[in-house]
């Protein structure tokens, strides 16, 4: 991968939208992007599925490592997810998908649980495209705990587990945290508090959506 100095981003973000959407383990990020996709027609690339694939497929070189971090509750090398964002976005775009937001070359994500570290999110800014807004939903850690521990009882995620959980809450605490202080001063940054209800908290988020684009528009 180019170096961050001589690189330019493979996306231009004036074509391309990209949310970064982060928040602890057990938040609720994927069943907001579910219907933000939904309502807005963004290509939703959950980070976390995209690394299990590639753990699972025949031939990875990083399925291993990869396995390791999910199951330590620690972050996968920087350059291996924003590698998998990065084709998978490609991949979306060369499917053609029709509708708003993606004729003439544009196209919408929602990076849902990316960027997890300050570096990564520099990184992802400075060499594959800059996020238009960024969405962080927050909740307390008992919240997310009980939260986590139900979807555990049907996801077939191997993380999904007490030990893991706690080693994620010091990980995202550690880690990702600074990801939240340097996006917090910039004003594509929206802080969306899920404790309520899925249908409160996604009103929010749909507002924080709605408002991007029709400021863009």
């Keep these: 991968m180019a170096s961050i ?43 976390g599925d995209l690394l299990r694939a590639e753990q699972n497929r025949e031939g990875s070189q990083y399925g291993e490592l990869i396995r390791t971090h999910i199951r330590e ?20 775009l060369e499917k053609g998908r029709e509708g708003e937001g ?26 594959v495209c800059l996020p238009s807004k960024v969405l962080f939903f927050t909740t ?3 919240v997310m705990l009980a939260r986590v521990l139900e979807r555990g009882k049907t996801s077939g ?4 587990n007490v030990e893991s959980i706690k080693k994620r809450f010091r990980t995202y605490a550690n880690d990702t945290m600074p990801v939240i202080e340097y996006y917090a001063s910039q004003d594509k940054f929206a802080q ?10 996604y009103e929010a988020a749909k507002d924080a959506v709605q408002k991007f684009f029709s400021q863009k528009n």
């Design 192 to 201: 969306i508090d899920s404790t309520a209800s899925t249908e409160q908290v």
């Design 157 to 160: 995620r191997e993380d999904d």
């Design 102 to 127: 993606w004729a003439n070359g544009k196209g919408r994500f929602l990076l849902d649980g990316f960027p997890r570290t300050k570096d990564s999110a520099v990184k992802f800014d400075e060499t």
């Design 73 to 92: 509750g620690t972050i996968v090398p920087m350059e291996i997810m924003i590698k998998l964002l990065e084709n998978a976005m490609k991949a979306e």
């Design 140 to 142: 307390t850690e008992e």
């Design 5 to 47: 100095d001589n690189a330019s981003p493979t996306f231009d973000n004036s074509l391309i939208t990209v949310i970064y959407v982060i928040g602890g383990p057990g938040v609720g990020k994927g069943t907001q992007c579910a219907n933000l996709a939904k309502d807005f027609g963004f290509s939703h690339l959950c980070a």
